[in-house]
T-cell receptor, first 116, second 119 residues
Framework: AQKITQTQPGMFVQEKEAVTLDCTYD???????LFWYKQPSSGEMIFLIY??????QNATEGRYSLNFQKARKSANLVISASQLGDSAMYFC?????????????FGAGTRLTVKP | EAGVAQSPRYKIIEKRQSVAFWCNPI?????LYWYQQILGQGPKLLIQ????????DSQLPKDRFSAERLKGVDSTLKIQPAKLEDSAVYLC?????????????????FGPGTRLTVL
């Protein structure tokens, strides 16, 4: 069975500072993908970044980077130079391989608040 | 490129009534997903379609929920009859990947969701 855990219900960060949102996972699939989504108050899930289980390098997309530690089964999201518009819910998700019908499982989310 | 479209955006009904949601995925996306997101939780997969066939509906409460994807494009999700605990946001997503194969990155793109309130 697949499991995604986000242990931080809420996080605060000062504008222009960096913040790390934690995510750990568990799966029996050798191949899997890890995703981070942002959900503002409007409700839409916005894709941020992806990391494949066989990727050697950590993924980066602009101000977002994923700190992937495979042995520890963690996939933390790092947001650099936080902006007020980054205030939102952030969800970590894992997509299993063929053994799990490629199902996507989401964590409970972390609410990030950026303070001016 | 147009995103995933959903309608309606909001719906309020009384318990035991019926409701239907509509989703139009991104053009060319083979796989379509319906998720239920209860307030304060992450989305939970209800059903996954590959073209017009069901790949996974193991978490769909089939006694009251049904979904179809005729012609492999648009999809509708129906609840009949609704219960109070069905109050949630219903999210539709689509992706390029064919189910049953691993092709590396397969990002799911979400629509704006339908917020359902059951009174």
């Amino acid at each position: 069975a697949q499991k995604i855990t986000q242990t931080q219900p809420g996080m605060f960060v000062q504008e222009k500072e960096a913040v790390t949102l934690d995510c750990t996972y568990d799966t029996s699939d050798p191949s899997y993908g890890l995703f981070w989504y942002k959900q503002p108050s409007s409700g839409e899930m916005i894709f941020l970044i992806y990391q494949g289980s066989y990727d050697q390098q950590n993924a980066t997309e602009g101000r977002y980077s994923l700190n992937f530690q495979k042995a520890r089964k963690s996939a933390n999201l790092v947001i650099s130079a936080s902006q007020l518009g980054d205030s939102a819910m952030y969800f970590c998700a894992m997509r299993g391989g063929v053994h799990n019908n490629n199902d996507m499982r989401f964590g409970a989310g972390t609410r990030l608040t950026v303070k001016p | 490129e147009a995103g995933v479209a959903q309608s309606p955006r909001y719906k309020i009904i009384e318990k035991r009534q019926s409701v239907a949601f509509w989703c139009n995925p991104i053009s060319g996306h083979a796989t379509l997903y319906w998720y239920q997101q209860i307030l304060g939780q992450g989305p939970k997969l209800l059903i996954q379609f590959q073209n017009n066939g069901v790949v996974d509906d193991s978490q769909l409460p089939k006694d009251r929920f049904s979904a179809e994807r005729l012609k492999g494009v648009d999809s509708t999700l129906k609840i009949q009859p609704a219960k109070l605990e069905d109050s949630a946001v219903y999210l539709c997503a689509s992706s390029v990947q064919l189910a049953g194969s691993w092709m590396g990155t397969d990002t799911q793109y979400f629509g704006p969701g339908t917020r359902l309130t059951v009174l």
